[in-house]
Nanobody, 123 residues
């Protein structure tokens, strides 16, 4: 089992920045990739960014490319999401996910989830 705890959400004005953290504990050696996802009211959960746990690969949704940066600190078992130039449409609950088996961009491939953290961007 892998436990994930997100932190860092909040309220920010459009154009501002926020940084999210996701601390993993438990059997993290079984983690292949970690990702950030978001879910706005009435919408499905969608991929934001993915990072390979034991490699260099990253992937970003087109909607956040150039504005968001995913990074990791393997020693601290922590994944980060730096969000710049935030827009009102970035408003959502942001979730951290861990995939045991693959480097995937599909929400359904992720095995473990955090509780989520609210990000609200005002116009």
């Amino acid at each position: 089992q892998v436990q994930l705890v997100e932190s860092g959400g909040g309220l920010v004005q459009a154009g501002g920045s926020l940084s999210l953290s996701c601390a993993a504990s438990g059997r993290t050696f079984r983690t292949y990739s970690m990702g950030w996802f978001r879910q706005a009211p009435g919408k499905d959960r969608e991929l934001v960014a993915v990072i390979q746990w034991n490699g260099p690969s990253t992937f970003y949704a087109d909607s956040v490319k150039g504005r968001f940066t995913i990074s990791k600190d393997n020693a601290k078992n922590t994944v980060y999401l730096q969000m710049n130039s935030l827009k009102p449409e970035d408003t959502a609950v942001y979730y951290c996910g861990a995939d045991r088996d693959s480097y995937s961009i599909r929400v359904t491939d992720y095995d473990y989830w955090g509780q989520g953290t609210q990000v609200t961007v005002s116009s």
